[in-house]
Structures are given as C-alpha cells and as structure tokens.
C-alpha cells in the first residue's frame, strides 16, 4: 500500500519527474498524494486529498535536481491534506515519505511530545522526521542519524528521505518494497518499476534490513543495522512501457482480462524438467501448503481440486493471514508453495517466514520479477502475465490455475496431456472474448445492476470460482456478492433468496453437473433470476453465459466471463474498476 517515488541525479526538473512517475503508481494508493522538491537550501511541499492523475505536472516546474513524492492508502489517520506525505520536522529541514507501518508510532510520539514536539498529521508517518532530527542532536550526518532513528522502529515499512543540507537521498527498508532504476543521469528510487520505466530498465534492489544513499552520482548499499556495505547486482527488467500502459481500453482492468489470450499461454510455457522437479518435490514433501491471499487464495483453492482430481494428492490450502497457527504442522521436510501476483502481499510474505523459520522450503508462484516473495523464495515459477495494474487480478488468477493445473499433471505423469490441454483450452479463451460476447456480457450487467444482493454458487473447482467471483464483483461494483458451495445453499443461504434475486451458477461439463442443475432449480423455485456459465443450456437458467467445455480446465474459463462482468457492473455504476474504494493493488500491510 502506498506509492513511493524519489529521484537525485543531474536533471533540474525532478519535482516535474517525481509527479509523472508517481501516476503509474497510484495503483498503490490514491486517498491522496504529495511531492517533496529540495529547491535550494529550502524545501518545497505540496499535498492534497484525491487522485495525483488529476494533478498537472507543470505547476512543479522548480528548478531542483531532488525530490520525493507519495500516494496514500489511508492507514493512521483520516484521508486529510495534513494527513497526506511528504511529512517535515518542526525546522522544516527534513522531508519523510513512508509505506507500511511504524507500529511503536504510540509510545514514540508520546516521548516526542514530553520533549516538546507538536505533531500536525495523525500519522505514524510523523514520528520519523521528528526521530530523525532528534539523533541528529549527537549524530549530524544524515544518513547515520537516519540508521539510528530506524533502530527505534517497530514495524514493516520502507522510507524514503532527505535534508536540505545534504545532497542525498535516503531510503531503508525493513519490508515495504523499493527498487532502484539506475540511469545515465541520475538514480530513481521507487515502490515499483513502472514509476520510472520511460527512464530506465536497470533496476537494483534494496532488501529488507538495507539502507541505501545516493547522491545521484554514485549509490551505496548498507546493512540497515551494522553499516556493512552490500554489493548490489543490476538487472535488466524485461517489461516494455506499452505493456504498462492502458492502450486502446478505457480501463486496465477490460485490458487485463482481454490479455487473457496470450497471458495464459506464457503461463504454461515453464520449462519441462522444471515442472517435473516440482511435482517431484510435492510428492516427496512431508507434508505441501498452499498459501495465498485474496484472488491468489482462490487459485490455491482451486489448486487443491486440481491436485485431488488429476494428481490424487492431498495438499492444505491456508490463507496467508490464517497461516501462522498452522505453523505446527511444518517439518524441514514439508514444502510451501506461495502463489502471489505482487509478491509484496504481507499476509503471505509473513506465511512464508514461518515455513523458511521452520526449515521448509518454499516455493514461489509470481507475476513480479525481483518481487520480495521471488527473491527470498527457494525456487520461483514466473507466470509471466506481464504488468497487472488495475487492482481486481484477473489475468494474474488465470496465469496461477494454469501453473498449478500443470504442476498437477505433472505429478500423474501426464505433463504433456496437461499442457495441450491449457494450451487448447487459451485457444477457446480466444474465440469467446469476441466482440458479440463482451456485448452480451455489458447487456447482462445492464440488466442486474441496479440488485445490491447477488449470489454465486459452484461446485468441486467452481467453488472456489463462486468465492472468487465475489470478491471480482464486491470490490470493483461494491455490490454485495457471495459466493457458496452449491450444496451449503440448502443449509442457511437460500434464505436470503427473494423474488428476482441474481444468482449465478457456474457450471462445468462433470460429474457434479446434474447436483448444481438441482440447486438452480431449487434457487429459482424460490424466485431467484438464475444465471448459468455452463457449457451447455438448461431450462433451470434464465440466462445462459455459454463457454466452452475445457473439461478440467473448466475454473480457468468461467472466472473470465465473471470478470467481464464485474467489470461492466463497475463501469454502469458509474465506479472506476481501476481503483476501487478503500482498497489499493499491493496489500503490503497485515
Ligand atoms: O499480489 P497478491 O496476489 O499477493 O495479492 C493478493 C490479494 O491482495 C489480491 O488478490 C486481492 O484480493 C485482489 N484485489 C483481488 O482482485
């Protein structure tokens, strides 16, 4: 959560710089925003609620070769000017923008304040120029007052500050992602690479207990705590700016799932051997945990049908935020496969410290390259969905079910069988997403988006989808969804079904078909508008969504129809599906 950017080098438009970047990451946060320019020996502030695309570059037109800047996603504190970063101390001389966490901020602030600090902002976020300040008493230099207030933090957090006396910038981490973009003129130091990707592709990365000065001609990387220097390797980033950029959509999100055609096939395209290793690993392990969050827990969910069903293998599946008291059942010997589009989710970061403290190994499956979870993951698959910016996942779920799907039929010794069937089943994918059927879906959304109740029910690996379905809808149209078992409706929810309610089934082409048939029946003999995303057409649907039967590949293609109409429901609401309200794309926070 939030969006950190920073830029030192010889360019003398940095405030300009810092403001254009900072909009390719409001996907982090967008409750408000602020920009830092060290102009002189002055500092120049400004900040406001709402969204930093609304804001015009030219108007920080300064001449100034250092600046930082920050889009909120509210956590201490209302969504307020004051409550916006960059956050200064009393003299005015230091400039502080911060993701994540400073959970001490309480008995800090209380000390600051015996001392006599009086505080502007809500925020935790405040507590750290004020720190800052207070060890430069007994320690002048900058940077080393900066690794003596970060000693006195208790939390997650990245950090991104300067001195109107220095020429540097600093930035330490102790769990929110930042990463450098080395260019010719200058570093770039952000929460993610899309800010400064029209710059430079050359990317260095801070870990988490590392510090970093720059004074944009040179860059020094430390151990936050010892102040031991750390080599720092450069990687080239493989993401074309186009691929990050909306085109000829109206929403990422639309684009996102459009990709779906292609994204899914660079999915499956893993290495043989690889995936052979794997499926060995997971047949050996005492013991395989499936953790994600979200839609990413959804596809681990999934997953379990997968392995059950093609791989006759029993696997647990655990949210990240509900694994820590699962920590018992981890042996050096059992193995934990992360799945995560961002591999910044903290729930499932902090998953996979329990299972590397236990000695398990982990595995990754991750969109982000150079992302945490990659990183500090034994091994990782890339699903290479290429960039996901709007914050519903879409193209990220498809990319983590075809892995898994995969891995599954790796571990039958079908591999192959496996991925001609994914492979078939995106040339599907690709006839479906045809112009008639995206009108078809917007002409169903017209239809239902006026009902504030909607229910969505599926069985064996379409329960998961029901579940995922509900999240897709809830956070971009801010309908109440949910989504159930087909076979748990008859014990409590078919209660809330009224006349005219939209349910939607998801159906395959199985041996679980004829039950939800049943409970379609059931649904719409209490009243329900029933809603079927089956293969085939049945007089219990009033509307039937038709795909294409991929046999067990099915969950892959009902979630996209869902999708889509999520989507549409968003847009007739008038709601932006890009950035929905209260949430942000990358969850760095517990
Ligand atoms: O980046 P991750 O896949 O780890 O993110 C996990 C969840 O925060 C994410 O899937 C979230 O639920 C999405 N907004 C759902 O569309």
Excluded at 6 to 30: C, I, P
Excluded at 64 to 76: D, E, K, L, P, Q
Excluded at 77 to 94: C, K, R, Y
Aim: glycine content about 8%; hydrophobic content about 40%; overall charge negative.
């Amino acid at each position: 959560m939030c969006g950190i950017f920073g830029y030192v080098g010889s360019r003398n438009n940095a405030g300009q710089l810092v403001v254009k970047g900072l909009k390719n990451l409001e996907y982090r946060g967008y409750d408000s925003w602020g920009v830092a320019c060290k102009v002189g020996d002055a500092v120049l502030v400004e900040k406001d609620i709402g969204k930093i695309s609304a804001v015009n570059e030219s108007e920080f037109a300064h001449d100034c070769g250092m600046a930082i800047s920050h889009t909120r996603w509210a956590t201490h504190g209302g969504v307020t000017a004051m409550n916006a970063h960059p956050h200064l101390n009393e003299a005015g001389t230091i400039a502080v923008v911060h993701n994540g966490i400073i959970e001490n901020f309480q008995s800090l602030r209380n000390e600051l304040k015996e001392k006599g600090y009086t505080f502007k902002s809500e925020t935790d976020t405040e507590v750290i120029p004020y720190i800052i300040e207070e060890e430069m008493k007994t320690t002048p230099d900058f940077a080393s007052a900066v690794r003596k207030a970060c000693a006195k933090f208790d939390g997650r957090y990245g950090i991104l500050a300067f001195h109107t006396e220095s020429n540097t910038l600093v930035a330490t981490r102790t769990g929110s992602p930042l990463i450098v973009g080395v260019g010719e003129d200058g570093y770039f130091i952000a929460s993610d690479i899309p800010a400064f990707m029209e710059h430079t592709k050359t990317v260095q990365y801070l870990d988490d207990g590392e510090m970093l000065v720059t004074d944009g001609k040179s860059i020094l990387f430390t151990d936050l705590e010892t102040g031991e220097e750390h080599p720092k390797r450069e990687i080239e980033i493989t993401w074309s700016v186009e691929e990050a950029q909306k085109g000829e959509y109206a929403h990422f999100m639309l684009k996102e799932i459009m990709e779906q055609k292609d994204s899914i096939a660079r999915a499956v395209n893993q290495d043989d051997d690889q995936i052979k290793v794997i499926a060995d690993a997971i047949k050996n392990a005492q013991g395989t945990f499936l953790v994600g969050s979200g839609t990413a827990h959804k596809a681990c969910m999934a997953a379990e049908y997968f392995f059950s069903v093609i791989a006759k293998h029993h696997v647990n599946v655990t949210s990240g935020g509900e694994f820590k008291v699962h920590h018992h059942f981890l042996k050096p010997e059992s193995l934990m496969i992360v799945v995560s589009q961002s591999g910044e989710t903290a729930d499932t970061l902090e998953a996979m410290k329990v299972a590397k403290s236990k000695g398990a190994k982990v595995l990754a499956i991750v969109n982000a390259e150079g992302s945490t979870i990659d990183r500090e993951a034994d091994y990782t698959l890339l699903i290479n969905a290429g960039p996901e910016r709007a914050v519903a996942s879409t193209k990220a779920l498809t990319g983590q079910m075809a892995v898994l799907m995969m891995i599954a039929h790796a571990m039958n010794d079908k591999l192959h069988e496996g991925k001609t069937l994914l492979l078939n089943t995106v040339s599907s994918i690709n006839d479906m997403l045809n112009p008639r059927y995206i009108d078809f879906l917007e002409e169903v959304a017209q239809e239902i988006q006026h009902h504030e109740d909607l229910y969505i029910i599926g069985k064996s690996w379409n329960y998961p989808i029901a579940l995922e379905s509900a999240i897709k809808i809830q956070e971009v149209s801010y309908i109440h969804a949910e989504g159930f078992a087909a076979s748990e409706l008859k014990h409590g929810p078919i209660a809330l079904i009224e006349e005219g309610t939209p349910c939607i089934a998801l159906l395959g082409n199985d041996e679980v078909t004829p039950d939800i048939i049943s409970n379609t029946i059931e649904l719409k003999a209490r009243g329900a508008q029933t809603i079927a995303i089956a293969p085939e057409n049945n007089e219990a649907f009033d509307t039937w969504i038709k795909v294409p039967d991929v046999g067990v590949a099915q969950a892959i293609v009902n979630v996209i129809p869902i999708q889509v109409l999520a989507y549409f429901l968003a847009v007739k609401r008038g709601k932006d599906p890009d950035m929905p309200r209260n949430l942000a794309k990358s969850v760095t926070v517990k």
